[in-house]
């Protein structure tokens, strides 16, 4: 079987998560109708901007598949980035301002909640659904940070398709337990302000993980320096070259996932030929993309002069 590129990986989650919001909103909204709850209505218009979020992820996950042409050089790798953003936006205002709304409409104007065996019910399957996709995430995001920390890794991957799909899915986990504790104080006191304050505590939750979420993308977008472990590899080929002396700067650039921009100056000993200096240039090239395939633009620009350059 083939190896699944880290793009691949996160079209699959993407296309599991929405699978699984689809099946969920279409049955929180008939437990919303069925109980008149402000907290599963709250819960009905997450799941259907997730549905909508999934959707703008993999169009922008196709985009930037796209190749390289004179208008975008340096191909359109960061559209994976721009989409994940306007994702956090929708999260945050779609879902954590509707959810907001909604609760503090329903303590001014408190309705019974009836009907709550469908609600808990449904509830209890969403948690499944949305447990098994958070879980599943879990695992993937375990294969990729290696011996980097569980929350460093959130904060320092370049993916970050799978972080939003991992950010939605932990949200509307801790939601829907939060719309389950607000339907049962709710019943058993016979206040439904209790359920008007889960659709709040549904909202701050929502518009936590939104402003986490448009941080962390945020820094891509703008342009985010790479894996330090390539510098790293860059040094080591460097010390095992004769010819080079030491790595005067190096540059590096995250353009998508698994898509790097690399920019390095040598200083290499002196009297080289220009064919030998050529010869230098395409061996290190060589070695560097064998051991990093992600670097997808790299130049290299020999010197032999005592300063650097910043």
Known sequence: MENQTPSDQGTKHIIQSLLVNVAIAVSKGFAAFMTGSGAMLAETIHSTADCANQLLLLLGVKQSKKDADDEHPFGYGK??????FMVAMLLFSIGGMFSIYEGVHKYNNPEPVHNIGWAIGIILFSIAMEGYAMISNII???????????FRYLHVTKDSD?????????????????ALIALLVSHYTGDSRYDAIGSLCIGIVLIAVAI??????KSLLIGESADPEILDTIQEIAKGESKITEVLNCRTVQQGPAEVLVCIKIKIIPDLTTQDISLLINTFENQLRTRRPEVKWLYIEPDFQEWKTF
């Open 79 to 84: 559209s994976v980035y721009f989409w994940s």
């Open 140 to 150: 993937e995001l375990r294969k990729r940070k290696k011996a980097i920390p569980f």
């Open 162 to 178: 799978l972080i939003i799909i991992f950010g939605e899915n932990s949200a509307a986990v801790l939601g829907l337990f939060l």
């Open 212 to 217: 986490f979420l448009a941080i962390e993308v």
